[in-house]
T-cell receptor, first 115, second 112 residues
Framework: AQTVTQSQPEMSVQEAETVTLSCTYDTSESDYYLFWYKQPPSRQMILVIRQEAYKQQNATENRFSVNFQKAAKSFSLKISDSQLGDAAMYFCAYRRGKGAQKLVFGQGTRLTINP | NAGVTQTPKFRILKIGQSMTLQCAQDMNHNYMYWYRQDPGMGLKLIYYSVGAGITDKGEVPNGYNVSRSTTEDFPLRLELAAPSQTSVYFC???????????FGPGTRLTVT
């Protein structure tokens, strides 16, 4: 079974600094997708970034980028120029490819931004 | 365009009671999902549907039932509520398996 592990329950960063959240996963599949979701205090789950396993290039969305290391099964999220609005729970998630439905989530990392 | 809506936002149930959590989406998405999020944990899939009239179990289906009579609605039924079902429930929808899942705001359910 696929598993997703986030080893940092909490992280904090100074406003305008850079922070990296870690995620590792376990799978025997070669076709899959990886996601980072943000859950602010409002509880709404918001997709931050996604990465297709077949793509070697790391995904980037404005201040958010990933470091995807397929062989190491590692998928970290880097947030540059941290802003107060980035404070939230961040969840790493995995989904097998080829019509799979289930998103497998990690335990989450609570990110605090210090002004 | 309201996206994915869920009602109610909060509910307290007594053990053994039943209730239906409502979920609706106005994006004409074929795929819909129900997840639960226990305190300090990620989401786990309860049930999903790939279209009207088609549903299937996810990771944690016991104690729940679903139906999908229309594209827009995907209610989740709890029969004989138990304290283990205390959780936050999220509904989500998607155009397809290759695409992003859009989440509703969640329903916080407490069973006492």
């Amino acid at each position: 079974a696929q598993t997703v592990t986030q080893s940092q329950p909490e992280m904090s960063v100074q406003e305008a600094e850079t922070v990296t959240l870690s995620c590792t996963y376990d799978t025997s599949e070669s076709d899959y997708y990886l996601f980072w979701y943000k859950q602010p205090p409002s509880r709404q789950m918001i997709l931050v970034i996604r990465q297709e396993a077949y793509k070697q290039q790391n995904a980037t969305e404005n201040r958010f980028s990933v470091n995807f290391q397929k062989a190491a099964k590692s998928f970290s999220l880097k947030i540059s120029d941290s802003q107060l609005g980035d404070a939230a729970m961040y969840f790493c998630a995995y989904r097998r490819g080829k019509g799979a439905q289930k998103l497998v989530f990690g335990q989450g990392t609570r990110l605090t931004i210090n002004p | 365009n309201a996206g994915v809506t869920q009602t109610p936002k909060f509910r307290i149930l007594k053990i053994g009671q039943s209730m239906t959590l409502q979920c609706a989406q106005d994006m004409n998405h074929n795929y819909m999902y129900w997840y639960r999020q226990d305190p300090g944990m990620g989401l786990k899939l309860i049930y999903y549907s790939v279209g009207a009239g088609i549903t299937d179990k996810g990771e944690v289906p016991n104690g729940y039932n679903v139906s999908r009579s229309t594209t827009e609605d995907f209610p989740l039924r709890l029969e004989l509520a138990a304290p283990s079902q205390t959780s936050v429930y999220f509904c989500a929808s998607s155009t397809g398996t290759l695409y992003e899942q859009y989440f509703g705001p969640g329903t916080r359910l407490t069973v006492t």
